[in-house]
Nanobody, 115 residues
Framework: QVQLVESGGGLVQPGGSLRLSCTAS????????SGWYRQAPGKERELVAR???????NYADSVKGRFTMSRENAKNTVGLQMNNLKPEDTAVYYC?????????WGKGTLVTVSS
């Protein structure tokens, strides 16, 4: 079985930056699909960023130009660089990886953007 663990969340002021990381345990030969999702209080979980096996990325309109997703296959790690953070970015952020024909989720890391 594969497990995902997110890290890097915390409290940051508006305009600040954070970098989230997601490390996968087990044997990951290929990231068929990887991504970051978030769920704000009282809202549905939404896609933040996604990357295909061939490196094609897409982002939610609300984060385009501010967030950048990365992947390091050799380290079984997925990253999310978040710049110019806004209060509306406050949410629990979840890592998602599809590999071996199965879908895996992390438990999430909380990001709070507030003065």
């Amino acid at each position: 079985q594969v497990q995902l663990v997110e890290s890097g969340g915390g409290l940051v002021q508006p305009g600040g930056s954070l970098r989230l990381s997601c490390t996968a345990s087990g044997t990951i030969l290929d990231f068929a699909l990887s991504g970051w999702y978030r769920q704000a209080p009282g809202k549905e979980r939404e896609l933040v960023a996604r990357m295909t096996a061939v490196g094609i990325t897409n982002y939610a309109d609300s984060v385009k130009g501010r967030f950048t997703m990365s992947r390091e296959n050799a380290k079984n790690t997925v990253g999310l660089q978040m710049n110019n953070l806004k209060p509306e970015d406050t949410a629990v952020y979840y890592c998602n990886v599809v590999t071996g024909g199965r879908n895996y989720w992390g438990k999430g890391t909380l990001v709070t953007v507030s003065s």
